[in-house]
């Protein structure tokens, strides 16, 4: 839900905005990549790691955390 109001904030601004998601099934919104939580075991050490990729992926560091969580990060 809250991707969605900022889906829609960013469309009514006219802005273009990369926008990652968490969703358990393929989303219906206009986003980059979503995060499959089906394949994610939550708790703050994953969501402390998946920031991690988040930051890594922005700065270019191919570093894989398979090792550390199972997840699957999938663009659009």
């Given at each position: 839900?809250?991707?969605?109001?900022?889906?829609?904030?960013?469309?009514?601004?006219?802005?273009?905005?990369p926008?990652?998601?968490?969703?358990s099934?393929?989303?219906?919104?206009?986003?980059a990549?979503?995060?499959?939580?089906?394949s994610?075991?939550?708790?703050?050490?994953?969501?402390?790691?998946?920031?991690?990729?988040?930051?890594?992926?922005?700065?270019?560091?191919?570093?894989?955390?398979?090792?550390l969580?199972?997840?699957?990060?999938?663009?659009?």
């Open positions: 839900m809250l991707a969605s109001g900022v889906c829609h904030f960013l469309s009514s601004e006219n802005l273009t905005i926008t990652l998601s968490f969703d099934v393929a989303p219906k919104l206009d986003l990549a979503y995060v499959d939580i089906n994610l075991e939550l708790g703050r050490a994953s969501f402390q790691t998946i920031l991690q990729i988040i930051n890594d992926a922005k700065e270019n560091r191919k570093i894989c955390y398979h090792q969580i199972p997840h699957k990060i999938i663009e659009r």
